[in-house]
């Protein structure tokens, strides 16, 4: 079956995660994205390997997890930028593609002669977009910025953590990877827009816009009431009570909250029923937005049973409820692997390995074999030849160092 973006050309001209993220996104659904990487270092996740995380005895440790995880599916050429012969071949290759994505500093590709306004005179019908850190405007346009810049700035590093905790950014990288989602969210809405135009579009998107757009709510409240809200805790910082994570006997379950209509059944699973009327923890809104009661009675319940042993009877009633899991568990997950959200990998060094996949299937299309990320530069003849150069100006553009 044939994928939605199949056809679709991409030129990508990126580092790390936000513009290679947006990448994969569109290859995962067909895009042919070709990668182009400096001709000496390739890109900088090439060289983090699983060694420097878990050090020289670790299984595996020359493989970068770090670049698998971003370069599923790509193709390679290798590109000195700052010779003219290999910034030629970009604009060859922009003048037959569709979309150009970058998520270098604003202004350096222009410095190169490859932005927006030269690009789109080769081409008048190409998307030119720019993944960046703080935006198009501002006095913060060429800042530098990482992931973790992004959830200090935008308030979300200031609501994690417990109240008495200094402030705590996500376990992950969310800033750059929700900024890469809304990247590729932008070009597909551009292609559309093209379509119908028939004209360029230009897209920009910033980690920092990114992780604003996710507070909405939060950073609403604060904007109609005046108020600052409390830290988030085990749960949200506007949901406090039956919500977030308890200790059970083996580990921890998590809870999102009991309705009116699932608090008679709640009661009488957790041994409780005295309290289903009593207003200090009946009340709904007290239960979820103010019950620090009903934690601390949850709290000295929930380590007398193992955590299958709840969600067993939790989920018979239809109680939002999960086990939190680890990696290792979390790969074992049949829900997981039968929706494509990990694929198998078939890599030369560490064999058959489950690695993350895709969240997106259209028509029931689900991929369970994921492709491998491109060698350096693997692809580099391929796709001069499909650009109509000769074996001699191949041969020419590798002894000049362009390539």
């Given at each position: 079956?044939?994928k939605?973006?199949?056809?679709i050309k991409?030129?990508?001209?990126?580092?790390?995660i936000?513009?290679?993220?947006?990448?994969?996104?569109?290859?995962?659904q067909g895009?042919?994205v070709v990668?182009?990487?400096?001709k000496?270092t390739?890109?900088l996740?090439r060289?983090?390997a699983?060694?420097?995380?878990?050090?020289?005895?670790?299984k595996?440790?020359?493989v970068?997890?770090?670049?698998?995880?971003?370069?599923?599916?790509?193709?390679?050429?290798?590109?000195?930028?700052?010779?003219?012969?290999?910034?030629?071949?970009?604009?060859?290759?922009v003048?037959?593609?569709?979309v150009?994505?970058t998520?270098?500093?604003?202004?350096?590709?222009d410095?190169?002669?490859?932005?927006?306004?030269e690009?789109?005179?080769?081409n008048?019908?190409?998307?030119y977009?720019?993944g960046?850190?703080?935006?198009?405007?501002?006095?913060?346009v060429?800042?530098p910025?990482r992931?973790?810049?992004?959830?200090?700035?935008s308030?979300i590093m200031?609501?994690?953590?417990?109240?008495?905790d200094?402030?705590?950014?996500a376990?992950i990288?969310?800033?750059?990877?929700?900024?890469?989602?809304s990247l590729?969210g932008?070009?597909?809405a551009a292609?559309?827009?093209r379509?119908?135009?028939?004209?360029?579009?230009k897209v920009?998107?910033s980690?920092?816009?990114t992780?604003?757009?996710?507070?909405g709510?939060?950073i609403?409240?604060?904007?109609?009431t005046?108020?600052?809200?409390e830290r988030a805790?085990r749960?949200?910082?506007?949901l406090?009570?039956?919500?977030?994570?308890?200790?059970?006997r083996?580990?921890?379950?998590?809870i999102?909250?009991?309705?009116?209509?699932r608090?008679?059944a709640f009661?009488r699973i957790m041994?409780?029923?005295?309290?289903?009327k009593?207003?200090?923890y009946?009340?709904?809104?007290?239960?979820?937005f103010?019950?620090d009661?009903?934690?601390?009675?949850?709290d000295?319940?929930?380590?007398?049973?193992?955590?299958?042993e709840w969600?067993?009877?939790?989920?018979?009633?239809?109680?939002l409820?999960?086990?939190?899991?680890?990696?290792?568990?979390m790969?074992?997950?049949e829900?997981a692997?039968?929706?494509g959200?990990?694929?198998?990998?078939d890599h030369?060094?560490?064999?058959?390995?489950?690695?993350?996949?895709?969240?997106?299937s259209?028509?029931?299309q689900?991929?369970?074999?994921?492709?491998?990320?491109?060698e350096?530069?693997?692809?580099t003849?391929?796709?001069l030849l499909e650009?109509g150069?000769?074996?001699?100006?191949?041969?020419a553009?590798?002894?000049?160092?362009?390539?």
């Amino acid at each position: 079956m044939a994928k939605p973006l199949e056809g679709i050309k991409v030129i990508e001209i990126g580092q790390e995660i936000q513009g290679p993220f947006a990448g994969l996104f569109l290859a995962d659904q067909g895009a042919d994205v070709v990668k182009i990487e400096n001709k000496e270092t390739g890109d900088l996740s090439r060289w983090m390997a699983a060694a420097l995380i878990g050090g020289p005895n670790v299984k595996n440790a020359p493989v970068s997890h770090y670049f698998i995880a971003m370069n599923r599916g790509k193709r390679s050429i290798t590109a000195d930028l700052k010779k003219p012969e290999a910034i030629e071949i970009v604009r060859r290759m922009v003048k037959t593609y569709d979309v150009l994505l970058t998520n270098y500093r604003p202004g350096v590709l222009d410095r190169l002669g490859l932005g927006y306004e030269e690009v789109r005179k080769l081409n008048p019908r190409i998307v030119y977009a720019q993944g960046s850190s703080w935006g198009p405007r501002g006095p913060w346009v060429m800042r530098p910025s990482r992931d973790t810049l992004a959830q200090a700035a935008s308030g979300i590093m200031a609501k994690t953590g417990m109240p008495n905790d200094p402030p705590l950014a996500a376990g992950i990288f969310v800033a750059d990877h929700t900024g890469a989602l809304s990247l590729a969210g932008g070009i597909l809405a551009a292609l559309v827009a093209r379509e119908r135009t028939g004209q360029s579009q230009k897209v920009d998107v910033s980690i920092y816009g990114t992780m604003i757009a996710m507070q909405g709510m939060e950073i609403n409240y604060t904007s109609i009431t005046g108020e600052e809200p409390e830290r988030a805790g085990r749960g949200h910082q506007f949901l406090h009570g039956v919500w977030g994570a308890f200790p059970t006997r083996d580990g921890h379950i998590c809870i999102a909250g009991v309705d009116d209509k699932r608090w008679p059944a709640f009661c009488r699973i957790m041994g409780i029923e005295h309290l289903e009327k009593d207003p200090e923890y009946g009340d709904n809104v007290t239960r979820n937005f103010h019950g620090d009661k009903i934690q601390a009675v949850l709290d000295s319940i929930f380590p007398k049973r193992t955590s299958a042993e709840w969600l067993k009877e939790l989920n018979d009633a239809d109680i939002l409820a999960t086990e939190v899991v680890d990696y290792r568990t979390m790969l074992q997950s049949e829900q997981a692997r039968l929706n494509g959200y990990l694929q198998q990998l078939d890599h030369p060094v560490a064999g058959k390995v489950l690695v993350a996949g895709t969240p997106v299937s259209i028509n029931g299309q689900v991929e369970t074999e994921a492709r491998m990320p491109p060698e350096h530069g693997q692809h580099t003849e391929e796709i001069l030849l499909e650009l109509g150069y000769s074996w001699e100006e191949i041969g020419a553009l590798r002894e000049s160092g362009a390539v």
